[in-house]
């Protein structure tokens, strides 16, 4: 993930202002005719595919969760290895040693299914939208925080397996003044070529994956990549679709004036008499009886 935290740091350098405001100017251009076509999508050049390719990082679509811990443990007994071998005091060999361990803990634990009827402490986050319960997902999160650095990933698995990575990005190198999209826009089409922009998201479309670029700035005060299989978001948003709980029509406040289910209608036959007592109780003449 280093090169991510080099893409943004020199955007801040090339995305000045002269660069950056035909951007803006671009994005708030009203659209002139109404019914034009939808635009294809955007090619992916070959080289701009090689970037995307990193964001794997190791991994591929249609791994399973202990296959995905596996690669992440490789990867930190290289880590710790290194650091290992840098020190001969015994102590601190023994410290970076438990600290491994602490950390493959930690990652095998940080496995969610979304499964139950008890919401989940996801459904309000920064993934919030990514997933749905009861159809078969699940979630790994790892926080990537050696060298500095302050991202998350995210391995959204589907039937057990991983079809989906989301990438939270550090943007702690970002000063205030560029903290937007204009200048998000500019670091991501600079690395992977130019996209699909609406609002406040970037997509890019091939056959083998999709990739989006999100601007949370707002509400999560983040910056987030996403790479997933197309082929199987089809067949988790029919999945989706097939187990929605079913919408209650109407509105709430006249359905429960009107009663459909006749719960709560009085008993006329028991209340007959309440009108007749009420006159007696304030001394008026009883009332006719009908033959």
Same mark, same amino acid.
């Given at each position: 993930?280093r090169?991510?935290?080099?893409?943004?740091?020199?955007?801040?350098?090339?995305?000045a202002?002269?660069?950056?405001?035909?951007?803006?100017?671009?994005?708030?251009k009203p659209?002139?005719?109404?019914?034009?076509?939808?635009r294809?999508p955007? @090619?992916v050049?070959a &080289?701009h595919k090689?970037?995307?390719?990193?964001l794997?990082?190791?991994f591929?679509?249609?791994?399973?969760k202990e296959?995905v811990?596996a690669?992440?443990?490789?990867?930190?007994d290289?880590?710790?290895?290194e650091r290992?071998?840098?020190?001969?005091?015994m102590?601190?060999?023994d410290r970076?040693r438990?600290?491994?361990?602490i950390e493959?803990s930690? *990652?095998?634990?940080?496995y969610t299914?979304?499964?139950g009827?008890?919401?989940?402490?996801?459904d309000?986050?920064?993934v &919030?939208?990514?997933?749905a319960?009861n159809?078969? &997902?699940?979630?790994l999160?790892?926080w990537?925080?050696?060298g500095g650095?302050n991202?998350?990933?995210?391995?959204f698995f589907?039937?057990?397996? *991983?079809?989906k990575?989301?990438l939270?990005?550090d943007?702690?190198?970002?000063?205030?003044?560029?903290?937007?999209?204009a200048?998000?826009?500019?670091?991501?089409?600079?690395?992977?070529?130019?996209g699909?922009?609406?609002?406040t998201?970037?997509?890019?479309?091939?056959?083998?994956?999709d990739a989006?670029?999100?601007? /949370? *700035?707002?509400?999560y005060?983040?910056l987030a990549?996403v790479?997933?299989?197309? /082929?199987?978001?089809?067949?988790v948003?029919a999945?989706r679709a097939?187990k929605?709980?079913p919408?209650?029509?109407?509105n709430?406040?006249?359905?429960?004036?009107i009663?459909?289910?006749r719960?709560?209608?009085p008993?006329v /036959?028991a209340n007959?008499?309440?009108v007749? &007592?009420?006159?007696?109780?304030?001394g008026g003449p009883?009332?006719?009886?009908? @033959?």
């Amino acid at each position: 993930m280093r090169s991510i935290r080099r893409i943004m740091f020199i955007a801040l350098v090339c995305a000045a202002a002269p660069m950056v405001a035909p951007v803006a100017q671009v994005q708030a251009k009203p659209a002139a005719d109404k019914k034009a076509k939808p635009r294809k999508p955007t @090619p992916v050049s070959a &080289e701009h595919k090689k970037a995307f390719a990193e964001l794997y990082a190791g991994f591929k679509f249609g791994m399973t969760k202990e296959e995905v811990i596996a690669v992440f443990v490789k990867q930190l007994d290289e880590s710790y290895e290194e650091r290992i071998k840098a020190t001969t005091d015994m102590t601190a060999q023994d410290r970076l040693r438990r600290d491994k361990r602490i950390e493959i803990s930690r *990652l095998q634990s940080a496995y969610t299914t979304f499964e139950g009827t008890k919401p989940s402490a996801w459904d309000v986050s920064i993934v &919030e939208g990514e997933f749905a319960h009861n159809t078969g &997902e699940a979630m790994l999160e790892r926080w990537e925080n050696q060298g500095g650095k302050n991202e998350r990933r995210f391995f959204f698995f589907y039937e057990g397996k *991983l079809w989906k990575m989301f990438l939270s990005l550090d943007v702690s190198i970002l000063p205030e003044d560029k903290k937007n999209f204009a200048t998000f826009q500019a670091a991501m089409e600079g690395r992977y070529g130019p996209g699909e922009v609406e609002q406040t998201r970037i997509t890019w479309r091939t056959p083998e994956f999709d990739a989006r670029a999100v601007d /949370k *700035l707002r509400t999560y005060d983040a910056l987030a990549l996403v790479i997933e299989d197309p /082929k199987i978001r089809k067949e988790v948003e029919a999945t989706r679709a097939a187990k929605a709980p079913p919408k209650q029509g109407g509105n709430t406040i006249i359905r429960s004036v009107i009663d459909p289910d006749r719960k709560d209608h009085p008993d006329v /036959k028991a209340n007959s008499n309440a009108v007749d &007592e009420v006159i007696r109780a304030q001394g008026g003449p009883p009332p006719k009886s009908t @033959p």
